[in-house]
């Protein structure tokens, strides 16, 4: 089965920098890799999300890139704020409706001001 | 947009009851529905998939007469947790994915729309 592995596992920025987060997954039939962002307590909230068919996208201060042939994805932040701050994970999947996505073990974000 | 409810948000109950969790798409049909479990600070792990009118698809590790899942529509899912031990506590979140594609405004066929959760305290 699918295995997702995400690095760092804590990541400490300054208000202004960018962020980088960075995913790899085994199973080259996945083609769905969402990022969510998650508050202590919360439901996973999705921020963006790359289908295999692209290999980069842009929403305001969020970036994904993909590379299929390496099999790995990143989550790009940039200008952070400190209410980035979260705990970051991403995701792989197939594209189908009864698979059920795979999460990396997640990166806690700290953005000091 | 497209909303998943869960019920209870939080429950606490003694040791060897069981506890139900109710798992509900409000705006769109999910023919299949997904079950988490998360401990603090870790990620979600998969448990179970749900699927509409048949069994649940659990995965490896996770007893099915402990977790006992029913899909009994396509807006609908329940985990029960039997007997219940201090070490079954956790956050449990599930989770649905549309099932076509739909309009604008409507979910998309890939993006899985997740619960606010239920922390579970068995004492």
């Known amino acids: 089965g699918e295995n997702v592995e995400q690095h760092p596992s804590t990541l400490s920025v300054q208000e202004g920098d960018s962020a980088v987060i960075k995913c790899t997954y085994s199973d080259s039939a996945s083609n769905y890799f969402p990022w969510y962002k998650q508050e202590l307590g919360k439901r996973p909230q999705l921020i963006i999300d790359?289908?295999?068919?692209?290999g980069e996208k842009k929403d305001q201060r969020i970036a994904v890139t993909l590379n299929k042939t390496a099999k790995h994805f990143s989550l790009h932040i940039t200008e952070t704020q400190p209410e980035d701050s979260a705990v970051y994970f991403c995701a792989a999947s197939h594209n189908q409706a009864g698979t059920a996505l795979i999460f990396g073990k997640g990166t806690t974000l700290s953005v000091s001001s | 947009g497209a909303v998943v409810s869960q019920h209870p948000s939080r429950v606490i109950c003694k040791s060897g009851t069981s506890v139900k969790i109710e798992c509900r798409s409000l705006?769109?049909?999910?023919?299949?529905m997904f079950w988490y479990r998360q401990f603090p600070k870790k990620s979600l792990m998969l448990m179970a998939t749900?699927?509409?009118?048949?069994?649940?698809?659990?995965e490896q590790g996770v007893e099915k007469d402990k977790f006992l899942i029913n899909h009994a529509s396509l807006t609908l899912s329940t985990l029960t947790v039997t007997s219940a031990h201090p070490e079954d506590s956790s956050f449990y979140i599930c989770?649905?994915?549309?099932?076509?594609?739909?309009?604008?405004?409507?979910?998309?066929?890939?993006?899985?729309?997740f619960g606010p959760g239920t922390r579970l305290t068995v004492l």
């Open positions: 790359i289908r295999s068919n692209v």
């Open positions: 989770s649905a994915r549309a099932s076509s594609l739909g309009t604008s405004g409507s979910p998309s066929y890939n993006e899985q729309f």
């Open positions: 705006d769109f049909q999910a023919t299949t």
């Open positions: 749900s699927n509409e009118g048949s069994k649940a698809t659990y």
